[in-house]
């Protein structure tokens, strides 16, 4: 207490519709319920049908004074309609609506033909009177008199449904009785253009009929294209075609920035083509609308840029995409302008030399050719000022770089063909890590054009083909990555029934399911009972994702079919054991195995071991490189190297720098390839053995490294790249390192040419201040390094460091003369 208490007048809310009228069976059919401000009470609607069954219905709230009933008929007669408000019938509840089923109604003794004068039953035809007389149960009789002689048509209607004569077509109309006594005919038409529409009352058309009206469809009005350049000042046009659409005004407008409309005129008004021809007046983004009819055009508002000079552009396949070190081209429109067009394109690793050709006065074409894979920059300005949608960034693949992971030969045999056994799941696994983005693709097509279906997963730099054929023949499969294909596509492949021989080829043992790193493992392959066991080996390849592991073989003196398998791999992880014989797969191959790692607590400590330096990878003969070994991470052990050359072992020798780490100092006394061996309690630390490769005496003097990079200079003017020279130096490796006021920079290094041995280096200076640039061929200084570039904020800064610079250099010199 106190309690709220709603008060209204019941007799203000009222309910309206076709669902409160006739109404046709199996057709959903609705009503509303209108009620006064300020109702806060409960509206609740019961349905009954003709024998006294609950029909289901859904009760909306439109708006704050509208709500919908929607319900299904689903038997002829009366329906019973309760309408309640807080539990009290509103005024004219229950409503009573009739439903009726147009599909029972047959037309009886329809005539064939008839004689002019004579009195005929039924028909009910243009303007011809007629009498409908009611003979009960639900049977009606329709009676005139025709007055001429020809074909009579005959249109019958039931509660404002048409129901279709056996001649002629039209379109269907709905009447629905309305609350005030009006009707609302309702059609859905299927065909653009002009309907007419026909009224009649007491068989009398009414005043105004017939009615024509226009169909039209929105959707087929297309805007475009729209000019390239929209000038300021300049009459520009663009195109509308309603071709399909109807015939209804079409009206549009195009609104400037400030909200103003640009004066449009629309030429071709008669034709299906409409041209749009207007001159705007003010710089910025303007707004095109289009309205048909009374229907805003699908795609409008759209916007367009009005500039006050021509924009230089560019467009072309290189712009978005390229192939590794293949000849790329796109071209740039300047519109017949006069100014300076600078293209700069880079990788993450390399500055892209680009050349630009003039095709006409306003067209050009610059070609390049990117060095390596991933994503380029291209860089277009105009008078220092990038051009629309500058930078661009570009894909660069290589689909020569895609890998079969095990190799082409372990699926193909010596003709190149691939072999699958039909009705059995083929998988192919491909290594994209090299080839750059993209998307891979396949299709199997057979000899008569049928498609096989094909499944691609791919995750990362793993892709897998999987594939099923369910017919012996030859087939033929494309393989594409970013849309180009790879080497020596199609590759034939022939399906066969599996062969009891293939079946009958065995293989047992830990070794093929399973194995550990550093341990020696073995399995047994035993084809005594195929029937072409005279063959002399099978083909065994253990595949891994990192590296393959060499499978050794040994036949058995005592019994030639039966092949003794070994392998000791070193590195853990899921690995495919393929085993061909007579150059096809066997059943069941390949086979997965699983790499362990290796129990030995030796193992877990050799892990921790980490390598480093330059003696790991490449050397020089008769000279000392090194590398560094840090054994911190686990319990103390013993460390031993070993490094195998061609023909001759390479001296080593531990440095203990007596805090847990060591330097190995290698000498290797021949040129060519080495095997490093690095060893921790008697297990390979991660990466051992390594391939080091050994070549000749270089000549570092030969080394030259020059270019503003190395230079002193003001930072926004800095130009920070410089060139290394290395023809005639030798093979060696170039390292560049530099460090800066806060620590090191990164250097990005790319040969200048492919043909030559330039190598140009770019760093990012983005300070003042002392900057050191190493430069060491094969571990080696150059001459000049370390350089000293010293880059200040100002001019007068640069100007008194020269200054002092000088003077100290002329005191130097003075110096040196008195010695």
């Known amino acids: 207490s106190p309690f709220p208490v709603n008060v209204m007048e019941i007799q203000r809310i009222i309910a309206i519709g076709k669902g409160l009228g006739s109404i046709p069976i199996h057709i959903p059919t609705s009503f509303t319920i209108l009620t006064p401000d300020g109702t806060n009470g409960i509206l609740k609607c019961l349905i009954k049908g003709p024998n006294n069954h609950f029909i289901e219905c859904l009760l909306t709230k439109i708006d704050l004074n509208r709500y919908e009933v929607t319900y299904t008929p689903d038997r002829v007669g009366e329906i019973r309609i309760e309408i309640f408000y807080d539990n009290i019938p509103i005024d004219k509840s229950p409503f009573i609506a009739r439903s009726f089923d147009v599909n029972q109604i047959k037309i009886l003794n329809f005539p064939s033909s008839t004689i002019v004068g004579s009195s005929t039953y039924f028909t009910n035809g243009k303007n011809i009177p007629n009498y409908v007389q009611n003979e009960g149960s639900t049977c009606f009789r329709i009676k005139f008199i025709p007055d001429q002689l020809c074909i009579h048509e005959v249109h019958i209607k039931f509660n404002g449904i048409h129901i279709q004569g056996p001649k002629g077509e039209s379109v269907n109309v709905k009447l629905f009785p309305q609350a005030n006594g009006d009707y609302m005919g309702e059609f859905t038409p299927k065909k653009i253009g002009q309907h007419r529409i026909d009224i009649t009352f007491g068989n009398m058309p009414i005043e105004g009929s017939p009615f024509f009206t226009e169909v039209y469809d929105p959707s087929q009005v297309h805007i475009g294209p729209l000019p390239k350049d929209i000038l300021i000042g300049i009459e520009n046009t663009l195109e509308i075609n309603i071709d399909n659409a109807g015939n209804v005004p079409l009206v549009v407008s195009i609104i400037s920035p400030s909200g103003i409309n640009v004066p449009i005129k629309i030429d071709d008004i008669l034709t299906i083509k409409k041209i749009v021809r207007f001159t705007p007046t003010e710089i910025g983004i303007h707004y095109l609308n289009a309205k048909f009819g009374s229907d805003i055009v699908s795609g409008t508002p759209i916007q367009m840029m009005v500039n006050n000079t021509r924009i230089v552009t560019a467009y072309g396949d290189g712009i978005h995409y390229a192939l590794h070190e293949k000849e790329t081209t796109f071209m740039i429109d300047t519109k017949d302008m006069q100014g300076d067009l600078q293209v700069h394109i880079e990788g993450s690793n390399s500055v892209i030399k680009t050349t630009i050709d003039r095709i006409t006065n306003n067209l050009l074409k610059v070609t390049y050719i990117p060095v390596e894979v991933g994503f380029i920059n291209i860089s277009i300005k105009w008078n220092d000022k990038d051009i629309m949608n500058s930078p661009f960034k570009a894909n660069v693949t290589n689909p020569e770089h895609i890998r079969i992971i095990g190799g082409w030969q372990s699926i193909l045999d010596s003709q190149n063909r691939m072999r699958t056994i039909t009705n059995e799941e083929k998988k192919i696994y491909f290594d994209t890590s090299h080839a750059g983005p993209g998307i891979l693709k396949a299709n199997i097509r057979g000899v008569d054009n049928t498609f096989i279906p094909l499944r691609i997963d791919q995750q990362d730099s793993l892709g897998i083909l999987s594939f099923t054929i369910l017919r012996d023949g030859k087939y033929d499969l494309t393989i594409t990555y970013a849309n180009n294909s790879l080497l020596n596509m199609p590759i034939r492949i022939i399906s066969t029934s599996i062969s009891l021989d293939f079946v009958k080829v065995k293989v047992h043992g830990r070794g093929s399911y399973e194995a550990r790193i550093n341990e020696e493992t073995e399995f047994i392959i035993d084809t005594s009972q195929a029937s072409n066991s005279n063959i002399n080996k099978p083909i065994v390849r253990l595949i891994g994702t990192q590296t393959d592991v060499e499978v050794r073989i040994h036949q058995n003196e005592k019994n030639k079919n039966i092949f003794h398998c070994s392998y000791k791999p070193i590195i853990p992880g899921d690995y495919l054991l393929s085993i061909i014989w007579a150059e096809k797969e066997i059943h069941g191959s390949p086979f997965g195995v699983n790499i362990l790692p290796n129990i030995n607590n030796n193992y877990h400590e050799s892990s921790r071991i980490i390598c480093s330096g330059d003696g790991l990878r490449i050397g020089i ?80 003097h030969k080394v030259r490294v020059s270019g503003p990079g190395i230079e002193n200079g003001i930072l926004s003017t800095f130009q920070s790249y410089f060139l290394c020279e290395t023809k005639g130096a030798g093979a060696g490796q170039l390292t560049v390192k530099i460090r800066g006021p806060k620590g090191a920079l990164r250097v990005e290094m790319q040969r200048e040419h492919l043909q030559d041995r330039t190598i140009l280096c770019r760093y990012n200076p983005i300070e003042s201040g002392h900057y050191i640039i190493s430069v060491k061929w094969s571990g080696e200084h150059v001459y000049g390094s370390p350089f000293h570039t010293h880059i200040f904020e100002y001019q007068e800064q640069l100007d008194q460091f020269r200054h002092q610079l000088n003077t100290y250099h002329l005191f130097e010199q003075k110096q040196n003369k008195e010695l």
């Not at 100092?665 to 390839?673: L, Q």
């Open 621 to 700: 003969v008769g000279k000392v490189m090194k590398c560094l070994i840090d054994t911190r991470a686990t319990i103390p052990g013993e460390l031993t190297a070993y490094c195998q050359g061609m023909n001759k072992k390479a001296s080593c020798r531990l440095f203990d720098h007596r805090d847990g780490t060591y330097t190995l100092f290698i000498k290797p006394e021949e040129i060519g390839r080495h095997i490093l061996t690095i060893k921790y309690n008697g297990e390979n630390v991660p990466g051992s053995p390594y391939i080091v490769k050994v070549n000749n005496s270089t000549d570092i």
